[in-house]
């Protein structure tokens, strides 16, 4: 998967990862088997990271806090996940009040978050949790572990995505839908990817942004960013 392959390039081998679950987590932890030495402290552990601890891609022998141990506060998975973590002394589960504070998060080097978006637009504000006004799912710990990473020495956020739904749907879009939650504000987000590449969106201007975003969308949607963006930023 193209976005997985995407974001393995970010990663150096040693980070300390934070991710969720589905299909794209799982295609990111797929596309990290040869990295070595990786650390694991998430808010939930899954089925992928755990192929990554059996293959022994993540052993935490670089982390500065917690060493050696995958730090999670919950579980979400099959029952081998849940097998493994039952009185496995290698595995820390904390409350959320640790895993997610982002002044503990930063203590790790090379935290790499990745977390995913439903829409983007082109100021770079996430949405996560809503399809316009209808609510889809939490908040989560997406903002405390784009924080943390970013205080992380040699960190990086991610928001990775697919630049069109399953029904051919843009999520890089011009504006948000009305009623849309704002998960993630634009002055926080670093770098995004999609099937179509990544990019830093960093100490960008808004006409940087816009650029830079509209360049990993996908083809047939950019014409139409190019418009929104010159009628935002250029008139």
Aim: aromatic fraction near 4%; include cysteine.
């Amino acid at each position: 998967m193209l976005i997985g392959a995407n974001c393995a390039e970010l990663i150096p081998d040693g980070a300390c990862l934070q991710m969720g679950i589905g299909s794209l987590p799982n295609a990111i932890c797929k596309a990290l088997v040869n990295h070595r030495h990786l650390g694991l402290h998430t808010e939930m552990f899954s089925d992928g990271a755990l192929a990554l601890v059996e293959s022994g891609v993540i052993d935490g022998s670089c982390k500065e806090i917690d060493r050696g141990l995958i730090v999670a506060s919950f579980l979400l998975g099959s029952k081998k996940v849940y097998d493994f973590i039952d009185g496995n002394k290698d595995v820390l589960m904390k409350d959320i009040a640790y895993t997610n504070d982002p002044r503990i998060i930063s203590r790790n080097s090379n935290v790499i978050s990745i977390n995913s978006a439903i829409e983007i637009d082109l100021t770079g504000q996430v949405c996560a949790d809503s399809i316009g006004e209808s609510i889809y799912s939490g908040t989560g710990g997406q903002l405390d572990f784009v924080r943390g990473a970013k205080l992380s020495k040699g960190g990086k956020a991610i928001i990775a995505m697919s630049s069109r739904t399953r029904k051919g749907l843009a999520k890089i879009v011009p504006m948000l839908r009305p009623g849309a939650g704002v998960v993630t504000p634009r002055a926080d987000v670093q770098w995004v990817v999609t099937e179509w590449g990544a990019v830093n969106l960093s100490g960008r201007s808004l006409q940087e942004r816009a650029a830079l975003l509209t360049s990993v969308a996908h083809p047939d949607d950019r014409q139409l960013l190019e418009k929104a963006a010159y009628s935002r930023y250029r008139r």
